[in-house]
């Protein structure tokens, strides 16, 4: 079941908090290795519209079809992937950089997490008195 477009705001509201109050937990809980994973499919399926774009050109100056439309089919497949993987990237603005700030936050760690998670329960709380109302 979809979010509604409220959920999804809250949803982007609470990781843009978190980001603010702890980027190192943040980045743990981001998945970075899914985001590699991404990146590189991107960047093979960029490769592979290249090769698919020499290949049409190829099909066309030898006068062979069948080359220039496995050609086509190949850009045609990779633009796809591209296109989509690229989407499921998450933006380089919300990752912050590793090791900023790293070590004025932990002597003041636990208490960051623990008012944000008060803060968050008090949301929560009161996003379940309108409902009830």
Do not use: N
Request: hydrophobic share 40%.
């Amino acid at each position: 079941m979809p979010l509604s477009d409220h959920e999804q705001r809250m949803l982007e509201q609470m990781e843009r908090a978190l980001y603010a109050e702890d980027p190192k937990f943040a980045t743990t809980l981001e998945g970075t290795e899914l985001r590699t994973y991404t990146r590189k499919r991107v960047y093979q399926a960029i490769v592979g519209f290249l090769v698919g774009i020499c290949l049409l050109m190829g099909g066309m100056v030898a006068q062979f079809i069948a080359l220039s439309v496995v050609g086509f089919l190949v850009m045609l497949g990779c633009a796809v992937v591209a296109v989509t993987g690229w989407r499921r990237t998450p933006p380089a603005g919300a990752a912050p950089a590793r090791g900023t700030g790293a070590g004025r936050r932990q002597g003041r760690g636990q208490r960051q997490r623990r008012s944000m998670m008060t803060r968050i329960e008090e949301r929560w709380q009161r996003r379940r008195d309108e409902r009830d109302d």
